[in-house]
């Protein structure tokens, strides 16, 4: 069955730099790669998601890529602000309305003013 | 706009007992999907429901059980608790296939003692 290995686990960064967490699937049947973010006390938030016949996706600070061949895709945060501290997660799955998604074990991402 | 809902917040049980988790999708949201997060195992995929029906289901035991109402509202039961369920259990909900789970509820948080 599918996994999905999502690096690193804790990440510190200076308000204004770049954060990056990537994650790799084993699954090449895949097509469906959607990232989370979850703040303290409530559930996961879908905040991008890139499908399998794209490269890459972006909204406003936000960037997801996608390496079919080597199998990993990576969330790309720019211009980091603190309201972006929360732990994210990547998940994949071989079509998103099954819901059967797999999920990483999440980044703890922490933006310091 | 609500977004999902979930009750109770925190259900504390007794190893043996049942436990009835009860989730509301947002409005016009017809599929519900339900989560476990367990600590250390990050978030692992229950059920899907949708119209009404069970479209697919996640590797859990049979004990793990649900259904959708009418309404589009579900509900989780988990029977014979084992000390192993103590979770945060996610319901999230989505309003067209294909889309996936993108709006996920507070949770339930679950102890068995």
């Known amino acids: 069955g599918e996994n999905v290995e999502q690096h690193p686990s804790t990440l510190s960064v200076q308000e204004g730099d770049s954060a990056v967490i990537k994650c790799t699937y084993s699954?090449?049947?895949?097509?469906?790669f959607p990232w989370y973010k979850q703040e303290l006390g409530k559930g996961p938030q879908l905040i991008i998601d890139?499908?399998?016949?794209?490269g890459e996706k972006k909204d406003q600070r936000i960037a997801v890529t996608l390496n079919k061949t080597a199998k990993h895709f990576s969330l790309h945060i720019t211009e980091t602000q603190p309201e972006d501290s929360a732990v994210y997660f990547c998940a994949a799955s071989r079509g998103g309305s099954q819901g059967n998604l797999i999920f990483g074990k999440g980044t703890k991402l922490s933006v310091k003013p | 706009e609500a977004g999902v809902t979930q009750s109770p917040t925190h259900l504390i049980k007794t190893r043996g007992q049942q436990a009835t988790l009860r989730c509301s999708p947002i409005?016009?949201?017809?599929?519900v999907y339900w989560y476990q997060q367990a600590l250390g195992l990050g978030l692992q995929f229950l059920l899907w429901?949708?119209?009404?029906?069970?479209?697919n289901r996640g590797n859990f035991p049979p004990r793990f059980s649900g259904r959708q109402f009418p309404n589009y509202s579900s509900e989780l039961n988990v029977n014979a608790l084992e000390l192993e369920d103590s979770a945060l259990y996610l319901c999230?909900?989505?309003?067209?296939?294909?889309?996936?789970?993108?709006?996920f509820g507070q949770g339930t948080r679950l102890t068995v003692v």
């Open positions: 409005s016009g949201h017809t599929s």
């Open positions: 999230a909900s989505s309003s067209a296939p294909g889309a996936g789970p993108a709006f």
């Open positions: 890139i499908r399998s016949n794209v």
């Open positions: 699954d090449s049947a895949s097509n469906y």
């Open positions: 429901y949708d119209e009404g029906e069970e479209r």
